[in-house]
Each structure stands twice: as C-alpha cells, then as structure tokens.
C-alpha cells in the first residue's frame, strides 16, 4: 500500500522528522558570522582592535595633550627622557612631549593606514584575480605573470623601492604597502574562482542562458570572497608590521607632528640602555594591534572555510 499523500511530503522534505525540528537554512555569511559570535579567540581579537578604533577616534578627548611638533625641553631638567611617573604614565620623549599622548594618537595613523593600504591591494587584487580566474586565457596568462614577477620581489624591499620612488609621505606610504598586497589578493581570488566556476550551479545558470557578468557578481564572486576576505583581515596585521618597519628605516610620514608607531621606534635605538620605555609601549600597541587582527583572521577562517573548523 502506498504511504498517504501528506507522509509522502514530509518523508521528501523532512525526511520524516516533524518539520518544527528541523533548522530552517541560513544563508553562508549568516551561518559563518554566527560561527565567528562563539569563537572567544575571535572575540577577544575584535575586541582589542575595536578598542584601538576607539583610541583613534577619540584621541582628543582621551589624550593628556596633543602630539603637536612643539617641544617641552623645560620638562627635560637636563636629563633625557623621564621614565613614566603619575604626571606622564608613559613617560617623556626626548622632546619632552608626552609619551602617552603619541601612543594614542599613534593608533589612528596606524590603523587608517593599515585600512586604506588594505583597501587599495584589494580593490586592485579583487579586479586582477577576477580577471585571471574568470575570463582566463591570455587575460589569466599576462595577470599570472604580472602577479609572479611581483611575488618575486621581498615584500619590504619592494614597498622601501616604492616609497623611495614615490617620495616620503603618508598618501605615498599607505600606497606603497597597497601595492606590495595586490598580488597576494589576486591569486588567492583567481584560485578560488576556478574552482567555483566549475561548480554546478554555475553550470546551470549558464545553461539558463544568464549573462557572463551576472553569473561573475552574482554566483560566483560572493562564493570565492571567502579566503580573499580573511587574507584581507591578516594582511591588516602585516600591513602595521610593515608600516612600521617602513618608519623605523625613517622612510614613513616625515611630519614630526603626527605620531606613528614606527617612526616612534626610529628614534628610539640611541636611548634604549638610558630610556626603554620609548621603545616598550609602540612595541606593545605594535604586538596588541597585530595579535587582534590575526585573531580575527584566523576565527573567519575557522568560520568559512569548513576545512578548518574546529
């Protein structure tokens, strides 16, 4: 005898479970962001850049005094450098300036050009890799070598070669690290997008008779942003590093006026054995801002990519 009508639907769609226990599908960004809510690693990282972000926005109203390039050499009294005491928590620098103030005032020339050189190596990465990896042939082969002969080059010597070429500045370094991440986003994306586009359902929207640029920005795309998304989150925490490591070869923003976590290190080494302090806390925002950023890095790809979760 066969099963009564209504049985035969909630077999076929319940697989004969009754429907109020079954999970109602969720989208991928939806399903992985509820991932990443329960990854305490995840949200301890968001956490301490989320407190960076508010260091930065609001450094006036946080700050001792402002970073101006004025100097306090009164402050000073002949000796170099005051280790931190009640009236100056970080100490002074060799101006006299407060060092705390510059610390925070730090974080918002840090982290903006973290972010914008971020933004830049994306946009430019994610138009190459979807270039290489969608239309392919002479495109994917002329991107690749392009992409190659960059990867080639060590990461910090091409943006100290950029920067040189470009001329000291902000704009110009922010640029420069851009430039040094474009060739990571466009294979990771290019990567990613041979192996969806091969997928059935963008066989079947192809068979639908849909146009090329609607399969690329809607079916695939979306569906290889996935690790291009976490790079972007890592390459963050590197981009810091490397600004850094730009500042302290004395190569970052020439304003003295405006503080950076590098440049603040580049002067340091003559008073590391008399004045360690001014090395220790940009070292610490340096570590604390890159260990957030890789810890979000690493929940979204926990959050993802199926194969590394946990």
Not at 9 to 19: I, W
Not at 205 to 232: D, E, K, M, T
Not at 269 to 296: E, K, T
């Amino acid at each position: 005898m066969s099963l009564p009508e209504a049985e035969i639907g909630a077999v076929g769609t319940t697989g004969g479970r009754d429907p109020a226990d079954v999970a109602p599908p969720t989208g991928l960004w939806k399903d992985a962001l509820g991932r990443l809510r329960r990854d305490r690693s995840a949200m301890a990282g968001l956490a301490v850049i989320a407190c960076f972000a508010f260091l930065a926005i609001a450094a006036p109203l946080i700050a001792p005094e402002p970073p101006s390039s004025r100097t306090y050499l009164e402050r000073l009294e002949g000796a170099c450098c005051p280790g931190p005491s009640a009236g100056h928590l970080f100490g002074l620098d060799d101006l006299g300036r407060d060092a705390l103030s510059r610390v925070i005032y730090g974080a918002r020339t840090s982290l903006l050009i973290s972010v914008v050189s971020v933004a830049i190596g994306l946009g430019i990465g994610l138009v190459l890799g979807a270039l290489a990896g969608y239309v392919g042939g002479a495109a994917d082969a002329v991107v690749m070598r392009l992409v190659d002969i960059m990867l080639a080059i060590p990461a910090l010597l091409f943006a100290i070669g950029l920067v040189a070429a470009l001329g000291p500045g902000l704009v110009q370094l922010m640029v420069a690290v851009g430039v040094v991440n474009v060739p990571i986003f466009a294979r990771l994306l290019r990567g990613s997008m041979l192996s969806v586009r091969e997928s059935d359902y963008v066989s079947a929207a192809r068979s639908l008779g849909l146009r090329p640029a609607r399969i690329l920005f809607v079916h695939v795309l979306p569906n290889a942003l996935s690790p291009v998304i976490v790079a972007a989150t890592l390459a963050m925490a590197t981009a810091i590093v490397e600004v850094a490591g730009l500042g302290f070869l004395g190569l970052g923003n020439p304003d003295p006026s405006v503080p950076e976590w590098g440049s603040m290190l580049a002067n340091t080494p003559r008073f590391l054995a008399s004045a360690p302090h001014l090395a220790l806390f940009p070292g610490i925002a340096i570590v604390l801002a890159v260990l957030g950023f890789n810890l979000i890095g690493d929940g979204l790809r926990e959050a993802l990519d199926p194969k590394f979760r946990r």
